[in-house]
């Protein structure tokens, strides 16, 4: 059978469990009898089924299960967690071949769900569309290899390289990205654990960091304030989400509501790292940075980022606060009506 035909129908289904699969990755599996797909599933809402089950709870002829392939992105699970190991269910069922794009990396599976599959007489292949399957699960993969969150940087520039103007007019805002870009960042942040912003950002623009545009759960606020000199009364104090102030500042002057949490850390060198390690403490999987130039520039200096998303507008300022600087080669240029959104990744 063609296998990358259907591990890539396994890629296009598990698109839809990112975002509320968290913290476990959003697999796709499917299940191939005589080249045709009899079930198929992905990853539930925490605490529910995986990918497996529900691709085998699909089937509506179980019989054909011991003649059938199931096909997985991410090895079968093979320990006790919320719901019972996977690989223990494809060996009940007695499915005759599994294959696999990439091995899960987390020390409790690690190869032992193939030996598990393998030791029970299933065929198995592993490493079809590989590279594709890690791309999918490139949160989970980073958590457990770097031990930090997945990092997007986000911004928008004009075409002569200005993210901001010198001043602003709360009154007569100048937005550089068009309608369609604004609506697919809330998408983004739909998809993405948490949205961190700077001080800078949060007065000047007193932002939500919801999800207004899309559908979708709202992202945990991360706000670094040194000094905590941001007003209590702005959107990301509302108490509406999850949020977390990293400051300088040992007092606390909230009023300590149970969505609002303080972490204190040193302004100096290794910023970007010892925000990681509090979004590591609060178990963040991924991050998108929204914060002005020097927030997103911190992260790219200490070499903390996975991809870069940059909206190029039509739009021109005389003068303005300069974009980030880096020195990648674009990955992918996508048009968007005016916009152009220029992918970087940090590889």
């Not at 200005?162 to 309608?179: C, E, G, H, M, R």
């Not at 993405?192 to 899309?214: C, F, M, Q, Y």
């Not at 304030?225 to 509406?240: E, H, I, Q, W, Y």
Request: proline share 4%; glycine share 8%; aromatic share 8%.
């Amino acid at each position: 059978m063609n296998h990358k035909k259907y591990i890539e129908r396994c890629l296009q289904i598990a698109q839809n469990g990112i975002g509320a699969s968290r913290p476990n990755p959003s697999v796709g599996a499917v299940v191939v009898y005589q080249d045709t797909i009899i079930g198929e599933g992905f990853t539930s809402p925490y605490g529910g089924n995986h990918a497996e089950v529900n691709a085998i709870g699909a089937v509506k002829d179980k019989s054909l299960l011991k003649k059938a392939t199931i096909y997985v992105t991410l090895e079968p699970c093979s320990h006790f967690g919320k719901t019972p190991p996977c690989a223990d269910l494809i060996v009940k069922n007695k499915l005759k071949n599994v294959v696999i794009g990439c091995v899960d990396s987390n020390s409790l599976v690690a190869g032992k769900g193939i030996e598990r599959l393998i030791n029970a007489g299933i065929n198995v292949i592993v490493g079809v569309l590989e590279d594709e399957c890690r791309a999918r699960h490139k949160r989970f993969f980073t958590v457990q290899d770097k031990k930090r969150p997945y990092i997007i940087l986000k911004w928008a520039q004009t075409k002569n390289g200005f993210v901001a103007p010198l001043t602003k007019d709360a009154q007569k805002p100048v937005w550089i990205s068009n309608q369609y870009s604004q609506q697919l960042v809330h998408k983004w942040r739909s998809e993405e654990h948490a949205i961190l912003v700077g001080t800078n950002t949060v007065i000047a623009d007193n932002p939500k960091l919801n999800v207004r545009s899309w559908s979708g759960k709202n992202p945990v606020r991360i706000v670094l304030d040194r000094t905590l000199r941001a007003p209590k009364n702005l959107s990301v104090f509302d108490g509406s989400v999850k949020t977390i102030v990293i400051t300088e500042k040992q007092e606390c002057l909230f009023d300590g509501s149970g969505e609002l949490f303080i972490e204190t850390i040193k302004f100096s060198n290794n910023l970007a790292g010892q925000i990681c390690e509090v979004l590591q403490k609060h178990k963040i999987q991924s991050v998108i940075i929204e914060g002005g130039t020097q927030t997103l520039q911190t992260f790219i200096d200490e070499d903390l980022w996975d991809e870069a998303r940059v909206f190029v507008g039509k739009v021109a300022f005389k003068e303005g606060v300069k974009a980030p600087f880096f020195n990648k080669a674009i990955k992918e240029k996508i048009n968007i009506k005016t916009d152009v959104l220029k992918i970087y990744t940090n590889d």
